[in-house]
């Protein structure tokens, strides 16, 4: 059974009309992650959430945005997409628990991914 | 931040040879370390991983070694198949109690049967 499920698995877009792409999770994971991976190219992180706390990458475009309204749902919203946001992307969740980190680590389970076409 | 650097980008062994694929990472705090096959089109899964508290692990015909010293760790296919061509990448979480993991930037590995 899918636990982390991305929806849609293809989505197609015009240059500058705004897209959101969605996540939801069946495993109850407090970190939450959104990953864009291009052709050939190792996934890059673009946030994160821990709970309801968000951390943006530093070289995160601000045309990417994201929300997260419960434990289960997280949302990738791309403002204006460009032809170069064509890409797939790629959620994950992990169970972080502090002071345990050592121990349960820090697995990441992927969605399926969304591939985003720009036309 | 952390760094890691991984080789070789392609790697092609005859079907029943061994693979291995090498990774430095940069930050000493560093303290776990999957590694991910990713088919064409599909989602990175998780092969197996290491916690800097153990030197080595195996499961079946995969094994991972890690050298804290040097910071290195490397993926060891035994009897590769055909099946096992995919993209690998390792991967380092960062030690400073964050939630980020880091990915070098991948092997293409083909098994030639």
């Known amino acids: 059974d899918a636990m982390v499920i991305q929806n849609p698995r293809y989505q197609v877009t015009q240059f500058g009309k705004p897209v959101t792409l969605s996540c939801s999770q069946t495993l109850n994971h407090n970190v939450m992650y959104w990953y864009q991976q291009k052709s050939s190219q190792a996934p890059k992180l673009l946030f994160h959430?821990?709970?309801?706390?968000?951390?943006n990458e530093a070289d995160t475009p601000d045309n990417f945005q994201s929300r997260r309204p419960n434990t289960s749902f997280c949302f990738l919203d791309i403002r204006s997409p460009g032809l170069g946001d064509a890409a797939m992307y790629l959620c994950a969740t992990s169970s972080f628990l502090w002071g345990a980190s050592h121990i349960t680590g820090n697995i990441q389970y992927f969605g399926a991914g969304t591939r985003l076409s720009v036309l | 931040g952390e760094n890691v650097e991984q080789h070789p980008s392609t790697l092609s062994v005859q079907e029943g040879d061994s693979a291995v694929i090498k990774c430095t990472y940069s930050d000493s705090a560093s303290n776990y370390f999957p590694w991910y096959k990713q088919e064409l089109g599909k989602r990175p899964q998780l092969i197996i991983d290491?916690?800097?508290?153990?030197g080595e692990k195996k499961d079946q015909r995969i094994a991972v070694t890690l050298n804290k010293t040097a910071k290195h760790f490397s993926l060891h296919i035994t009897e590769t198949q055909p099946e096992d061509s995919a993209v690998y990448f390792c991967?380092?979480?960062?030690?400073?109690?964050?939630?980020?993991?880091?990915f070098g930037a991948g092997t293409r590995l083909f098994v030639k049967a």
């Open positions: 290491i916690r800097s508290n153990v």
């Open positions: 959430y821990y709970d309801k706390d968000f951390n």
């Open positions: 991967a380092a979480r960062e030690g400073t109690g964050g939630f980020k993991t880091i």
